[in-house]
């Protein structure tokens, strides 16, 4: 089914991210209450590491374990919960962008998923000065 998939092995995935569809395509502001309630509905789905379940078998994980993010070229660390499903390919990794805000001020947000900001480090790219945040791999270790 996947033809071109990459295997890194073990438990090294490319990574991307996206919005939620309540974010998306109603508020950019993820501290809306009405918004908020309606993603807390789908909190797995929407704060949760999509990782497809030939891999999280692989690595023992199930929807709902914590698990450890870890971007391979920089180090930087992140906690997130696990959601296993396959709608993400078997050497990819997904996360909403839309979520993870610590800021206490943010009463309905602050405390909520997982920020972006925690696995993806700053680099810009020189020729056309764009961010490169994809352009590294990252573990996922239990």
């Not at 209450?33 to 891999?55: F, R, T, V």
Request: aromatic share 10%; hydrophobic share 35%.
């Amino acid at each position: 089914m996947f033809e071109h998939s990459l295997d890194f092995g073990g438990s090294e995935f490319n990574f991307i991210y996206g919005k939620t569809p309540t974010v998306s395509y109603a508020s950019t502001n993820s501290n809306n209450p009405i918004l908020m309630a309606l993603s807390m509905a789908k909190e797995e789905e929407y704060m949760g590491l999509w990782l497809h379940p030939q891999k999280a078998t692989l690595l023992n994980i199930k929807t709902g374990d914590d698990v450890t993010l870890e971007n391979c070229q920089s180090g930087q660390k992140a906690g997130i919960k696990a959601f296993v499903t396959e709608m993400v390919r078997p050497d990819t990794v997904f996360m909403s962008s839309s979520f993870g805000t610590e800021n206490p001020l943010l009463k309905n947000s602050a405390g909520r998923g997982t920020a972006l900001n925690k696995i993806v480090p700053y680099a810009v790219e020189p020729m056309v000065s764009g961010f490169r945040s994809q352009e590294f791999t990252v573990r996922v270790t239990k």
